[in-house]
């Protein structure tokens, strides 16, 4: 079961003007489940991205990154879950290619104006026949009446769903400059997730306006404060992509700089958003009992904050102590110990969790308890906080314990 995580309600969705979505039944890898879905972008939106830094990134976000250079304006997005398309080499690449010219055609567009995204088992041929024969399904439901915007965006939430046990999506109203604007963004992950840009899918759009060169520096800057600080079990996918769309419907004066007051008001809201769908992600984490936050405080910089803070939430030894409920905190430490800061001094450390002291000066705090220990690790919602005593940056990642149903859904995970 996913840790305090609630369904979306249709209800709490808002659409967002620009944007119609169609989903459909492909049988892409199993039947009678939605499996491929179409974004539709009016003309004017802006869209920028990021993908997976994994080297053997998969034939979509290859195409992706190309179509995006291209310097074609995005149209339309294509997403099919139950095959990641990755490590399929070139068919695989003309399969991407090949779904984008189908739904282009579609559409009257070209080739370029479409991005496509896959999400599902690695190293599998897609079955472009069964995709393309869903494609006409898809834009018949996105031609539908779209009165009940929150309804298609929480279809589209449970059409890229994978291991999730949970479709994630979230909306947010904000003021920008006097006028009222929204934000909806769906994600999908569970497993093979420590995003090293993003999550493993992830589609957020606002209908404010936003000048296109800055929609890529948009991405990143909501990346890095969201998917770039969780993880689940420390590998990164193949197929991580996270797009942000502007359809400028909202009618502000379009945002012609992210550090300007209404940049940084736009950022603030979106970041709402994402950090919301990021921490859902590790709340559905396969087989998560256990929230946890992971906050490194005290360092001379953020990068050796997040050396530490990542140290701690990769490390299997402290998610199973974790979901066990076992206070063999000397765990933390030695994580801290490993994690590559230089001329770490350890008589600094200082080490919380909850709201019970656990370590000073390095070394275990007199007055520290196993059984207070216990008690904290017992919890759904755990903080770790801890301190370097080295300077004064602060960084945060969250993440989740290890239980055996981890191993069961990925050892039974192709089946």
Not at 141 to 168: N, R, V
Request: hydrophobic letters at 45%; proline letters at 4%.
């Amino acid at each position: 079961m996913p840790v305090q995580l609630n369904a979306p309600l249709v209800a709490d969705l808002l659409p967002i003007a620009g944007v119609r979505i169609g989903v459909a039944q492909a049988g892409i890898r199993k039947a009678n489940r939605k499996d491929l879905t179409v974004f539709l972008l009016d003309e004017g939106c802006a869209v920028g991205a990021v993908f997976t830094q994994n080297r053997y990134a998969a034939a979509p976000v290859q195409v992706c990154r190309d179509h995006l250079a291209s310097g074609q304006t995005i149209r339309a997005l294509v997403i099919n879950t139950g095959n990641a398309n990755a490590g399929t080499g070139e068919p695989g690449l003309a399969n991407a290619r090949q779904t984008c010219n189908a739904l282009a055609r579609s559409l009257g567009l070209h080739h370029e104006q479409v991005l496509p995204f896959s999400t599902g088992v690695i190293m599998e041929p897609l079955p472009l026949d069964r995709l393309l024969a869903g494609l006409p399904l898809a834009l018949s439901d996105a031609a539908q009446p779209q009165t009940d915007g929150g309804a298609q965006w929480l279809s589209a939430a449970e059409g890229i769903m994978t291991t999730d046990t949970l479709p994630k999506a979230f909306s947010q109203r904000f003021e920008l400059e006097g006028r009222s604007l929204s934000a909806t963004g769906i994600a999908k992950g569970a497993g093979m997730i420590r995003p090293n840009m993003a999550t493993m899918l992830g589609f957020l759009a606002t209908d404010a306006a936003v000048a296109p060169s800055l929609m890529n520096a948009l991405a990143r800057r909501l990346a890095d404060a969201s998917f770039n600080r969780v993880t689940v079990d420390g590998d990164t996918s193949t197929n991580d992509s996270f797009v942000v769309v502007a359809t400028g419907q909202a009618g502000n004066a379009p945002i012609t700089d992210l550090e300007s007051p209404a940049g940084l008001a736009l950022l603030e809201a979106l970041t709402r958003v994402a950090r919301h769908l990021a921490h859902a992600i590790v709340r559905d984490g396969e087989g998560a009992t256990k929230f946890i936050t992971v906050q490194v405080d005290g360092g001379r910089d953020a990068s050796e904050c997040l050396l530490a803070a990542y140290a701690v939430a990769h490390s299997p030894l402290v998610k199973t102590a974790f979901f066990a409920s076992d206070p063999n905190l000397g765990r933390i430490l030695a994580a801290v110990g490993y994690a590559g800061i230089a001329d770490l001094d350890v008589s600094g450390i200082d080490l919380h969790l909850g709201d019970v002291h656990v370590v000073s000066a390095g070394g275990r705090h007199p007055s520290y308890k196993e059984e207070d220990g216990q008690r904290v690790m017992k919890q759904a919602e755990i903080l770790v906080r801890i301190g370097l005593g080295r300077g004064t940056a602060s960084e945060t990642v969250w993440t989740c314990d290890f239980s055996h149903e981890y191993v069961t859904i990925n050892a039974d995970y192709r089946s």
